[in-house]
């Protein structure tokens, strides 16, 4: 009986993580409020008219996710330069998120999603645990989703994001 009951959890579990909303490009954003690094309340609301790019990871201080929010931070001069700014999302807690940002000298906002809040609405949640996949949306003035990338190599996510965006501005 709890061999059948564990396997039920585990089905529909699966069944909740296949009937999330698939987002697309061209899709309006999901919109969401949160708390940042620094305790400081968020609104992607109050992005429109600016280029956004939100990369979601699975744990601040990590390997791949410590590379890839230096990459950003030593890439962070060229994309602000086509008026973006970079927002990276976990489901760490404030408190987390400020020692990582403090230790690795980040230059851009960490945001924090501990409810998971967030990472569903963007589809990007692990199955089974309140952690985030690796992945990255790029989000125009108008708050559309202009690009999701969800193969990202942590080492090259920044230097592709900022091509895409240069590209994009160019269309």
Known sequence: ????????????????????????????????KTK????????????????TVLYFYPKAETPGCTKQACAFRDAIKSIRALDADVFGISADEVSELSKFHKKHNLNFTLLADPKVEIINAYGAKMPVIDMSKRWTFIIDPSLKIRTINNKVDPIKDADEVAKKIKTLKGA
């Open 1 to 32: 009986m709890a061999k059948q009951l564990i396997i039920a959890l585990f089905l529909s579990t699966l069944s909740v993580n296949c009937l999330a909303i698939e987002l697309k490009t061209d899709d309006l954003a999901p919109l969401f």
């Open 36 to 51: 940042t690094h620094e305790g400081n309340n968020f609104d992607l609301a109050s992005r429109k008219g600016k280029w």
